[in-house]
């Protein structure tokens, strides 16, 4: 196989992060990445609510903020693709510089703030490619958002569910964010609680066939308490999965020292392994097994992806290793995840889900 990273890889590293990401982009948008989809083993497939996943391992969310490369992206080898965070209106996120290497810890901090072109013009975008006579197999969901200066956030979700829903395959309410001020509040119970239903209520109003199921995103830097009831509140008012987890405001002791550990915002990559895969299983203790979980956080290597499915993740999603690391962590995990799930006497991936809770 060509490493077209090994080429690509230094010289993105050249740029700012911020630079190196939309150049990113427009690489894929082109077209030109060589195809590494299909033919996955057999033992990764998945049924999830109602949906096919050839194989568990995802797009994280924050990559691909306004749907301009989910072809390209299913491409590369992913089950699925998450597309956004997208705000009702458009706006331009924070101020640049934002977001920075860590790269002695293969870790990112950003702090963009939902930049987003908002859901008229995404909306467009993802119509245009479910309607595209090429397009790849794989499942494509929607993270919702609100605007940094909207007055009321709930009206903002509400939005996405309708603008986005009916052309999803999955919503998420991303209420985990640390880069808009005031949004992480909205994980406390009475305000979730409100939140949930009118989303809900919004979803049953769209009258689709088959309504996309609904999941909330979460931040990592939770106590015990708040999991307990993010969970008790997740399983009643009937929502269908949860993602686990966002960025950390927490430094770890890995991290500190580092030259760009003291910017303001979210870290990401290898230092917030420990602590996402450790609220994963809490949740996952939480919930009984009863809502499938998207373990996300850290995750540099198939072992890394194998322990979030010890510890209850159905599916997983990367971002910050393909920063260092490039696509073809993609391809080491779906080789390498049959032969753990195998090498523990598992039949199917669905048996190794939370195998470490039991
Ligand atoms: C540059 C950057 C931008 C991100 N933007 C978003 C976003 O818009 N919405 C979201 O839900 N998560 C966003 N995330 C969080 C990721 O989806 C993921 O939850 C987090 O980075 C942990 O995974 P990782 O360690 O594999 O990167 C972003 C992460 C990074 C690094």
Redesign the pocket.
């Known amino acids: 196989m060509i490493d077209l990273f090994a080429v690509t890889g230094p010289l993105l590293r050249c740029l700012t ?1 911020e630079r190196a ?1 939309t150049t990113t982009i427009r690489l894929l948008a082109t077209g030109l990445a060589p195809a590494k989809a299909g033919n996955d083993d057999p033992i990764l497939a998945q049924r999830l609510w109602g949906l096919s996943f050839a194989n568990p391992v995802g797009m ?4 691909d ?1 306004n749907a301009e490369v989910i072809n390209p992206l299913l491409g590369l080898g992913f089950g699925f693709v ?1 597309i ?2 997208v705000t009702p209106r458009p706006q331009p996120g924070n101020p640049q510089p934002r ?1 920075f290497r860590l790269p002695a810890r293969e ?2 901090i ?1 702090r ?1 703030g ?1 930049n987003s072109e908002g859901l008229e013009a995404v909306a467009q975008r993802l119509n245009a490619w479910r309607h595209r006579r090429r397009r790849r197999a794989g499942v494509v969901g929607s ?1 919702l ?1 609100r605007n940094k200066e909207s007055s009321d956030a709930v009206h903002d979700y509400v939005a996405g569910v309708y603008a986005l829903g009916p052309i999803s395959d999955y919503l ?1 309410i ?1 209420v ?2 640390p880069n808009t001020p005031g949004l992480r509040a909205l994980q406390d119970r009475e305000p979730l609680t409100e939140l949930l239903g009118r989303v809900l209520e919004a979803r049953a109003d769209l009258c689709e066939k088959r309504p996309p199921p609904l999941l909330l ?1 979460i931040a990592p830097d939770l106590t015990s308490e708040d999991l307990a009831t993010i969970s008790e509140v997740s399983l009643s008012v009937g929502i269908d999965g949860l ?1 686990v ?3 950390t405001i927490t430094r770890p002791d890995d991290v500190t020292g580092l030259p760009a550990a003291t910017e303001t915002g ?1 870290l ?3 230092p ?2 420990q602590l ?1 895969t450790r609220v994963l299983a809490e949740i996952y203790k939480h919930t009984r097994g009863k809502l499938p979980l998207i373990g ?5 290597s198939p072992e890394d992806a194998y322990a979030k499915i010890r510890a209850g993740a159905s599916l997983i ?7 260092y690391q490039g696509p073809r962590l993609i391809h080491d995990i779906k080789t390498r995840l049959p032969e753990l799930i195998k090498r523990d006497g598992f039949k199917t991936i669905t048996e190794a889900v939370g195998a470490d809770a039991r």
Request: charge should be positive.
């Open positions: 992060p990401h994280a969310a924050g990559f903020k998450e956004g965070t977001c870790a990112l950003n963009y939902f993270n958002g998420v991303n985990s964010s995103k993602i987890s966002n960025t979210g990401s990559g290898r917030v392994f996402s996300v956080g850290g995750i540099a999603q990367l971002y910050t290793a393909l920063v």
